[in-house]
């Protein structure tokens, strides 16, 4: 296996005197799809936010070439309606050379190309979540950031979404970290699942869950193709002091 | 009265002055709109207050006094908000304590100084040496923004994908604080406390409503503010008005004819 681009060594941070993550071990790997998943205020963004470099960890080390190219799909952004800005426009940013076919090729692999000179503010969820994952195609990152990219975007596109991720992983060989607020179904082509509540609970393999004859018997016509599950493997309790409690049996 | 020769000639610094401190302004103006920092504008508008009487007082330079007690607010703002205050709130407190302090030192201590230029600028004035100061500033300024548009831009856009795609760092943020105070320090004297930020932000708001692109809206708002300026200083003479007031009352009429006409256009689709 390739070494890991982004590793972080027992990662702590606390903000405004409150303990958000703590002893967390994580290693990002090339061309692996890694989903994060956690209840809400897990600490998920601010782990999102430690691997770009956006919040500096309180203890603990985040090793990370300098050259490393990185991508962010950050969650919830509402464009600003205070800017004009159309979507070719947008597209342009960070990458100064890049020619329009390049960006119609771009628009096109997400099926987007009708958007070209849209303003980015008049844009539906699942319309601007495909502006953004063009804009990534253009900038071939090493490691892409994904923070929520469900979110926002209707039941029918969510499946889509999914397949242009592991579309862009396959064409651009990157790294992908992938933030979900789904604990039972992930995308199926994620290699490792991290569970997190501030610690990492427990991390692994998801289950391929439309492969399994007994889902197929159960909803025959249903197109999950790119969700899997995942079973949680883990071996203590969170009480609601927030303190972690280790558990007898396994659940 | 008719405008003749001589009153061109008489003119032509504050025409220039004003024609390059628009088309500064306007791509200036726009950053200001899109980030949201309307207040900041004002506030540093009216701290100059502060930053004039200092210099008045201690017979130091007006513009470097000036640009110190922006660089002041700018960098008491992040230090500030330690203390639970929401940025509208900060801006509000330290505008009108600063305004008041400088009021306050100079009725104190020269109850005879004349304020109603710092109100209300002194344009009128301009001399070409001050034609010469604004240029070089001009200048300075356009070669920041051909380095830092593009950071600029993207930080208003998103600032955390600017920071984490590296296309923005820490440093592009303080040039941009820097070139705003330096902005505001050396149009002060010309334009007023009170007016200043209308050129900041009346030009790029009439702007927003007619561009698709942040660039387009840097330009049609310099190119508003350099046509406002023109016809200002115009209405200023034909009238005998006050210059900074009928230059902002242009922009206005600006604002409300290039809206009614955006609202009109919508209608008829």
């Given at each position: 296996m390739l070494s890991a681009v982004i590793r972080l060594k027992n990662v702590g941070l606390v903000l405004d005197g409150q303990l958000i993550l703590e002893n967390i071990q994580l290693e990002i790997f090339p061309k692996q799809i890694c989903t994060i998943v956690g209840p809400n205020g897990a600490g998920k963004t601010s782990l999102v936010k430690v691997l770009l470099g956006l919040l500096p960890p309180t203890s603990g080390v985040l090793e990370r070439d300098s050259s490393l190219r990185l991508g962010y799909v950050p969650q919830k952004w509402v464009p600003n309606a205070h800017m004009p800005m159309t979507v070719a426009r947008f597209l342009r940013f960070g990458s100064a050379k890049v020619t329009e076919s390049a960006m119609h090729g771009a628009l096109e692999e997400v099926k987007a190309d009708y958007l070209y000179h849209q303003a980015m503010h008049r844009l539906s969820g699942g319309e601007l979540q495909r502006v953004l994952l063009a804009r990534v195609i253009l900038q071939s990152p090493d490691v892409l950031v994904l923070d929520e990219?469900?979110?926002?975007?209707d039941v029918l596109g969510q499946e889509e979404i999914y397949q242009l991720i592991k579309h862009i992983r396959d064409r651009t060989q990157c790294a992908i970290v992938l933030v979900s607020h789904d604990l039972h179904f992930v995308m199926a082509s994620t290699d490792t699942v991290i569970c997190l509540n501030r610690h990492i609970c427990c991390s692994g393999h998801p289950q391929v869950v439309h492969l399994d004859p007994a889902f197929q018997k159960l909803f025959p016509n249903e197109k999950l193709g790119e969700v899997a599950i995942y079973q949680h493997a883990h071996d203590h309790h969170h009480s609601l002091d927030g303190h972690t409690r280790h558990a007898d049996h396994p659940h | 009265m008719p405008i003749t020769l001589t009153d061109i000639v008489f003119l032509w610094p504050a025409l220039v002055a004003g024609l390059l401190l628009s088309l500064m302004m306007g791509p200036l103006g726009s950053i200001v709109l899109w980030r949201r920092m309307t207040f900041l504008g004002d506030a540093l508008g009216h701290s100059s207050v502060l930053g004039l009487a200092i210099g008045t007082l201690l017979q130091f330079s007006l513009g470097w006094s000036v640009f110190i007690t922006c660089c002041v607010v700018l960098l008491l703002l992040p230090f500030f908000e330690r203390f639970k205050q929401t940025n509208d709130a900060l801006l509000g407190v330290m505008s009108h304590s600063f305004l008041a302090f400088g009021f306050v030192l100079i009725y104190w201590f020269q109850p005879r100084q004349n304020i109603e230029n710092f109100l209300?600028?002194?344009?009128?004035?301009?001399?070409p040496v001050d034609v010469v100061k604004v240029g070089g500033i001009v200048f300075l300024g356009a070669i920041l923004l051909y380095y830092f548009w593009q950071a600029w831009v993207l930080m208003s856009v998103h600032p955390e994908l600017a920071k984490a795609e590296k296309l923005a760092t820490a440093k592009s943020e303080i040039v941009f604080n820097l070139f705003l105070a330096m902005i505001v320090a050396v149009s002060i004297q010309f334009l007023g406390v009170l007016l200043i930020s209308a050129l900041l932000v009346i030009p790029a708001a009439t702007a927003r409503l007619i561009a698709t692109t942040p660039e387009e809206m840097a330009w049609r708002s310099a190119g508003l503010g350099a046509i406002a300026v023109m016809l200002g200083l115009f209405v200023a003479l034909r009238f005998d008005l006050p210059l900074a007031p009928a230059l902002v009352a242009v922009m206005g009429t600006q604002f409300i004819l290039v809206s009614s006409a955006h609202f009109l256009s919508i209608k008829m689709r």
């Amino acid at each position: 296996m390739l070494s890991a681009v982004i590793r972080l060594k027992n990662v702590g941070l606390v903000l405004d005197g409150q303990l958000i993550l703590e002893n967390i071990q994580l290693e990002i790997f090339p061309k692996q799809i890694c989903t994060i998943v956690g209840p809400n205020g897990a600490g998920k963004t601010s782990l999102v936010k430690v691997l770009l470099g956006l919040l500096p960890p309180t203890s603990g080390v985040l090793e990370r070439d300098s050259s490393l190219r990185l991508g962010y799909v950050p969650q919830k952004w509402v464009p600003n309606a205070h800017m004009p800005m159309t979507v070719a426009r947008f597209l342009r940013f960070g990458s100064a050379k890049v020619t329009e076919s390049a960006m119609h090729g771009a628009l096109e692999e997400v099926k987007a190309d009708y958007l070209y000179h849209q303003a980015m503010h008049r844009l539906s969820g699942g319309e601007l979540q495909r502006v953004l994952l063009a804009r990534v195609i253009l900038q071939s990152p090493d490691v892409l950031v994904l923070d929520e990219p469900l979110a926002g975007v209707d039941v029918l596109g969510q499946e889509e979404i999914y397949q242009l991720i592991k579309h862009i992983r396959d064409r651009t060989q990157c790294a992908i970290v992938l933030v979900s607020h789904d604990l039972h179904f992930v995308m199926a082509s994620t290699d490792t699942v991290i569970c997190l509540n501030r610690h990492i609970c427990c991390s692994g393999h998801p289950q391929v869950v439309h492969l399994d004859p007994a889902f197929q018997k159960l909803f025959p016509n249903e197109k999950l193709g790119e969700v899997a599950i995942y079973q949680h493997a883990h071996d203590h309790h969170h009480s609601l002091d927030g303190h972690t409690r280790h558990a007898d049996h396994p659940h | 009265m008719p405008i003749t020769l001589t009153d061109i000639v008489f003119l032509w610094p504050a025409l220039v002055a004003g024609l390059l401190l628009s088309l500064m302004m306007g791509p200036l103006g726009s950053i200001v709109l899109w980030r949201r920092m309307t207040f900041l504008g004002d506030a540093l508008g009216h701290s100059s207050v502060l930053g004039l009487a200092i210099g008045t007082l201690l017979q130091f330079s007006l513009g470097w006094s000036v640009f110190i007690t922006c660089c002041v607010v700018l960098l008491l703002l992040p230090f500030f908000e330690r203390f639970k205050q929401t940025n509208d709130a900060l801006l509000g407190v330290m505008s009108h304590s600063f305004l008041a302090f400088g009021f306050v030192l100079i009725y104190w201590f020269q109850p005879r100084q004349n304020i109603e230029n710092f109100l209300f600028g002194d344009m009128l004035n301009i001399v070409p040496v001050d034609v010469v100061k604004v240029g070089g500033i001009v200048f300075l300024g356009a070669i920041l923004l051909y380095y830092f548009w593009q950071a600029w831009v993207l930080m208003s856009v998103h600032p955390e994908l600017a920071k984490a795609e590296k296309l923005a760092t820490a440093k592009s943020e303080i040039v941009f604080n820097l070139f705003l105070a330096m902005i505001v320090a050396v149009s002060i004297q010309f334009l007023g406390v009170l007016l200043i930020s209308a050129l900041l932000v009346i030009p790029a708001a009439t702007a927003r409503l007619i561009a698709t692109t942040p660039e387009e809206m840097a330009w049609r708002s310099a190119g508003l503010g350099a046509i406002a300026v023109m016809l200002g200083l115009f209405v200023a003479l034909r009238f005998d008005l006050p210059l900074a007031p009928a230059l902002v009352a242009v922009m206005g009429t600006q604002f409300i004819l290039v809206s009614s006409a955006h609202f009109l256009s919508i209608k008829m689709r």
